[in-house]
């Protein structure tokens, strides 16, 4: 005899479109009866996209019919109209961080771009012009963010059992790297990456703050999905080099980011340049690429990092440029971004 588990583990073959994982595990189906051979599901979607809808809708039918037992389908698929959709996420089963104001992730398409050394002089760049600000590190694989923040004590425990994240330079710092031994290896499956985002979002000690910054890893896998599952975004801002070679991988971070209806608040160019001793300046990765891109995407230039020793100094010693130094070419480059930022976000 059908059953509703049944059906709910056929249509774990209906991917959401452009991802990997099934519209259950996504929280879409909100509605399943069974009765003599007749099945209906109603399931809502939070994106007005027709063609998410037909193409989920078409899959769905397609899976339950190929069913021995079933003779009638009846698939409803809701969307809000459009115009109404949540602007910070097109996912189900979201809630926001209590006392955060705004989430926004800092996401690139690819590796080695600097967007770790982005996120935490964009943190320490956004608590100097008055805001108060956490910095959560999603890259669970290779943390970084607590050498760069100068973050070594772990987390203590509140009365309530929660986290309560170390705070240096005034910005509340959460990582994985905080919670292992020395040069320990995270070996985990997709489930667990899920799991701890949504205990560093939902059982830490956050408090009161402006913004929470969120460092992802690369590319477009476990991570950024649970994120955007789990936490309604405000915005995500790219980080790319001006090369080819970045751009057209950053390319699909946008591209995901417009898939779940989360706000593309701008892009950074890091690395755009470098000024030799003499005066010279060489333009190693190419330069342009970024502002370039930009444009043809339709979305905000934030400003552009040239390469400076500086940076990769302070950020190897855990007190980041705009922290060291402030005033300095290399740390008025953030200070300008996070001006760029609020001003996107406003």
């Given at each position: 005899?059908?059953?509703?588990?049944?059906?709910?583990?056929?249509?774990?073959?209906?991917?959401y479109?452009?991802?990997?994982?099934?519209?259950?595990?996504?929280?879409?189906?909100?509605?399943?009866s069974?009765a003599?051979?007749?099945?209906?599901?109603?399931?809502?979607?939070?994106?007005?996209?027709?063609?998410?809808?037909?193409?989920?809708?078409?899959?769905?039918?397609?899976?339950?019919?190929?069913?021995?037992?079933?003779?009638?389908?009846?698939v409803?698929?809701?969307?809000?109209?459009?115009?109404?959709?949540?602007?910070?996420?097109?996912?189900?089963?979201?809630?926001?961080?209590?006392?955060?104001?705004?989430?926004?992730?800092?996401?690139?398409?690819?590796?080695?771009?600097?967007?770790?050394?982005?996120?935490v002089?964009?943190?320490?760049?956004?608590q100097?012009?008055?805001?108060?600000v956490?910095l959560?590190?999603?890259?669970?694989?290779?943390?970084?963010?607590?050498?760069?923040?100068?973050?070594?004590?772990?987390?203590?425990?509140?009365?309530?059992?929660?986290?309560v994240?170390?705070?240096?330079?005034?910005?509340?710092?959460?990582?994985?790297?905080?919670?292992?031994?020395?040069?320990q290896?995270?070996?985990?499956?997709?489930?667990?990456?899920?799991?701890?985002?949504?205990?560093?979002?939902?059982a830490?000690?956050?408090?009161?703050?402006?913004?929470?910054?969120?460092?992802?890893?690369?590319?477009?896998?476990?991570?950024?999905?649970?994120?955007?599952?789990?936490?309604?975004?405000?915005?995500?801002?790219?980080?790319?080099?001006?090369?080819?070679?970045?751009?057209?991988?950053?390319?699909?971070?946008?591209?995901?980011?417009?898939?779940?209806?989360?706000?593309?608040?701008?892009?950074?160019?890091?690395?755009?340049?470098?000024?030799?001793?003499?005066?010279?300046?060489?333009?190693?990765?190419?330069?342009?690429?970024?502002?370039a891109?930009?444009?043809?995407?339709?979305?905000?230039?934030?400003?552009?990092?040239?390469?400076?020793?500086?940076?990769?100094?302070?950020?190897?010693?855990?007190?980041?440029?705009?922290?060291?130094?402030?005033?300095?070419?290399?740390?008025?480059?953030?200070?300008?971004i996070?001006?760029?930022?609020?001003?996107?976000?406003?």
């Amino acid at each position: 005899m059908l059953t509703q588990d049944d059906i709910k583990n056929a249509l774990k073959a209906v991917k959401y479109p452009g991802y990997s994982r099934d519209i259950v595990s996504f929280g879409l189906i909100k509605e399943i009866s069974v009765a003599n051979g007749a099945v209906s599901i109603m399931m809502q979607l939070t994106t007005a996209n027709p063609d998410a809808a037909r193409q989920i809708k078409g899959d769905s039918e397609r899976v339950l019919q190929a069913l021995p037992e079933v003779k009638l389908v009846h698939v409803e698929v809701r969307q809000p109209a459009a115009g109404t959709a949540a602007p910070t996420g097109a996912l189900a089963n979201q809630n926001r961080v209590p006392g955060v104001k705004r989430v926004v992730a800092i996401a690139s398409g690819k590796g080695g771009v600097g967007k770790s050394t982005c996120s935490v002089n964009l943190a320490c760049a956004l608590q100097h012009l008055g805001a108060r600000v956490g910095l959560l590190d999603c890259d669970i694989y290779g943390p970084s963010i607590p050498l760069m923040m100068g973050v070594y004590e772990r987390p203590t425990i509140s009365a309530g059992e929660r986290l309560v994240p170390p705070v240096n330079h005034s910005v509340k710092v959460m990582s994985i790297g905080l919670l292992l031994e020395n040069d320990q290896p995270v070996i985990w499956r997709g489930p667990m990456i899920s799991k701890t985002i949504q205990q560093f979002l939902f059982a830490v000690e956050w408090g009161e703050m402006d913004f929470l910054l969120v460092d992802l890893p690369p590319g477009t896998g476990d991570a950024q999905l649970s994120l955007c599952q789990t936490v309604p975004l405000d915005g995500g801002v790219i980080v790319t080099t001006p090369q080819e070679a970045s751009l057209g991988v950053v390319r699909k971070g946008i591209a995901m980011f417009r898939k779940v209806n989360v706000p593309l608040l701008g892009l950074v160019e890091n690395m755009s340049y470098f000024t030799a001793p003499n005066g010279e300046r060489v333009e190693i990765f190419g330069h342009g690429g970024g502002q370039a891109e930009a444009a043809r995407q339709n979305i905000p230039f934030l400003g552009e990092v040239p390469i400076f020793t500086e940076i990769r100094e302070a950020g190897d010693r855990g007190v980041p440029i705009v922290v060291s130094a402030p005033k300095t070419p290399a740390g008025q480059a953030f200070v300008q971004i996070a001006g760029a930022l609020r001003k996107s976000l406003a």
